[in-house]
C-alpha cells in the first residue's frame, strides 16, 4: 500500500515561509530608510542617488527572489555544473581589462553598461547548487533515505578500505574540491572576504550533512595554518589584522574605519541621535552606506534598532531552519540550508566585523548595505529557501509492502 508521510501541517510551513518574507522586506525597507539617511550629507545633485539605485535594484531583486520561488530545482540540478561552468567564467571575465572594471586594485565586477555585476557573488549561487546536489548523494548512499539534519553515521570505516575510500571520495574530496575551486576562482579578484564566507558556509554544510569529524579536523587545521601564512606574506593583511587587535592605537592608519564605526555605536547610545543627524557617518566614516551601514544604524537609531536588526535575521533563521528540517528531499533540504546559510553567516560577518569582533572584510550585510548585485542574490537565496518550504510542505509518498 502507499503511505503518507507527514511531520508538519501545510499551515505551519506556510506561517514559516510567510514570516521569512515579511522580515526580509522589512530588511530591504529599512534599508531604503537608512540608504536616504546615508545621503544627507552630500550635494543636492548626489543626496538620493544611493536610494533612488537602491530602490530600482529592489525591483530585479523582487524578481529574481520570485523566479528562484518557482523554479524547478529538479531542472536546475540536471545544469549544475553548467551553472558553476558560467560563474567560473564569470569571475574570469571579471579579470580582462575592457570588460572586469578595477575598485580599490581589486577586479570584482563586470561592467554591463547600466550595471556592474559582482562575478563572486554568482559563485555563491553555484557552491549552494551543486554542492547541495553532492552532499545529497553522500547522505543516500551512507545514511538512507531517513536522514535528519545532524543525523551522523555510526559507521565509521577506515579510509583505506574499499567502504571507507568511497565513503571518504563521495563525502569529502568532492564536495571540498567544489569549495576550494570556487574559492580559487574568487581569489582570482581577489576577495578574500568571500572567500571565507564561501568556505564557511561550504564546511558548515558539510558538516550538518553528516561529514565526519576525522574529515573535518584536520582539514580545520590546515585551513588555517594556510591562512596564517598566507596573512604573514600579505603585507595589506597583516596590517589589517594587527590593526584588528587594536584599533585605538591604530586608529590613524588601517583601523581608521573600524574606530570611526565604533565611536558612531557610542554615540549613537541606547536610542540613537535621530535619522539624518548622524555625525560620524555623514562626516568621517568611510563606506557608512555600504559595508559600515549597520554603524550608521547604531548612531543613528541606536543600540535598540541594532539589536533588532540582528533580531531579525536570527529570526529568519530560525524559521527557516524549522521549516526546512521537515524537508523528505535531500537535495532541497541542502539547497535551502545552503541558501539560508548565505544570508545570515554574511549577516553575522558582517556584524562582527562593524563591532571589531572580526577583521576587516570587504562583506555587505544583506538588504541593507547599499550594492544592486548582493540585494538580487540575497533575494534569490531567500527564494530558494522558499522554494524549498514549499516542497517540504507538500505530501510525500512512498511504497511500502502491505502486511499480511
Given at each position: 500500500m502507499i503511505i503518507k508521510v507527514k511531520q508538519e501541517?501545510?499551515?505551519?510551513?506556510?506561517?514559516?515561509?510567510?514570516?521569512?518574507?515579511?522580515?526580509?522586506?522589512?530588511?530591504?525597507?529599512?534599508?531604503?530608510?537608512?540608504?536616504?539617511?546615508?545621503?544627507?550629507?552630500?550635494?543636492?545633485?548626489?543626496?538620493?542617488?544611493?536610494f533612488e539605485r537602491q530602490f530600482i535594484f529592489l525591483i530585479p531583486a523582487l524578481?529574481?527572489?520570485?523566479?528562484?520561488?518557482?523554479?524547478?530545482l529538479d531542472r536546475v540540478r540536471e545544469y549544475r555544473w553548467w551553472i558553476l561552468?558560467?560563474?567560473?567564467?564569470?569571475?574570469?571575465?571579471?579579470?580582462?581589462?575592457?570588460?572586469?572594471?578595477?575598485?580599490?586594485?581589486?577586479?570584482r565586477w563586470i561592467d554591463l553598461g547600466l550595471i556592474r555585476l559582482q562575478a563572486s557573488d554568482l559563485g555563491k549561487l553555484a557552491l549552494v547548487l551543486v554542492l547541495a546536489d553532492l552532499l545529497a548523494r553522500m547522505?543516500?548512499?551512507?545514511?538512507?533515505?531517513?536522514?535528519?539534519?545532524?543525523?551522523?553515521?555510526?559507521?565509521e570505516p577506515y579510509v583505506f578500505t574499499p567502504a571507507g575510500w568511497r565513503d571518504f571520495?563521495?563525502?569529502f574530496l568532492k564536495p571540498g574540491a567544489v569549495v576550494l575551486g570556487i574559492a580559487a576562482f574568487i581569489a582570482l579578484g581577489p576577495d578574500l572576504g568571500t572567500i571565507l564566507l564561501c568556505v564557511a558556509v561550504g564546511g558548515i554544510m558539510m558538516f550538518i550533512s553528516g561529514v565526519r569529524w576525522s574529515y573535518v579536523l584536520p582539514t580545520l587545521l590546515i585551513g588555517?595554518?594556510?591562512?596564517?601564512?598566507?596573512?604573514l606574506n600579505w603585507p595589506n593583511r597583516?596590517?589589517?589584522?594587527?590593526?584588528?587587535?587594536?584599533?585605538?592605537?591604530?586608529?590613524?592608519?588601517?583601523?581608521?574605519q573600524l574606530f570611526e564605526g565604533m565611536m558612531g555605536f557610542g554615540v549613537g547610545g541606547l536610542t540613537g541621535k535621530g535619522a539624518g543627524f548622524g555625525l560620524q557617518s555623514r562626516a568621517y566614516l568611510p563606506e557608512a552606506h555600504t559595508d559600515f551601514v549597520l554603524a550608521g544604524i547604531g548612531e543613528e537609531y541606536g543600540l535598540i534598532a541594532t539589536?533588532?536588526?540582528?533580531?531579525?535575521?536570527?529570526?529568519?533563521?530560525y524559521l527557516g531552519y524549522r521549516a526546512l528540517r521537515q524537508s523528505a528531499d535531500l537535495y532541497r533540504l541542502n539547497v535551502g540550508l545552503g541558501a539560508l546559510l548565505f544570508l545570515v553567516v554574511q549577516a553575522l560577518v558582517n556584524m562582527g566585523v562593524v563591532t571589531g569582533l572580526l577583521p576587516t572584510k570587504g562583506i555587505s550585510l544583506p538588504f541593507l548595505s547599499y550594492g544592486g548585485t548582493n540585494l538580487v542574490i540575497m533575494a534569490c537565496m531567500v527564494g530558494l529557501v522558499l522554494n524549498c518550504i514549499r516542497a517540504a510542505a507538500q505530501p510525500v509518498f512512498t511504497p511500502r509492502e502491505a502486511r499480511a
Open positions: 501541517p501545510p499551515v505551519a510551513l506556510a506561517g514559516a515561509a510567510v514570516g521569512i518574507v515579511l522580515l526580509a522586506l522589512g530588511l530591504a525597507v529599512f534599508g531604503l530608510v537608512v540608504q536616504y539617511s546615508a545621503g544627507i550629507s552630500l550635494s543636492a545633485s548626489n543626496r538620493t542617488a544611493a524578481l529574481g527572489g520570485f523566479l528562484c520561488y518557482r523554479l524547478n561552468g558560467g560563474a567560473c567564467f564569470a569571475m574570469l571575465a571579471a579579470r580582462v581589462p575592457g570588460i572586469g572594471v578595477s575598485v580599490n586594485g581589486s577586479w547522505q543516500r548512499h551512507t545514511l538512507g533515505a531517513k536522514f535528519r539534519i545532524f543525523q551522523f553515521s555510526s559507521r571520495r563521495e563525502g588555517a595554518t594556510a591562512l596564517t601564512i598566507l596573512i597583516l596590517r589589517r589584522f594587527v590593526s584588528f587587535i587594536d584599533p585605538w592605537q591604530n586608529r590613524g592608519d588601517e583601523a581608521y539589536s533588532l536588526v540582528a533580531a531579525t535575521y536570527l529570526a529568519i533563521f
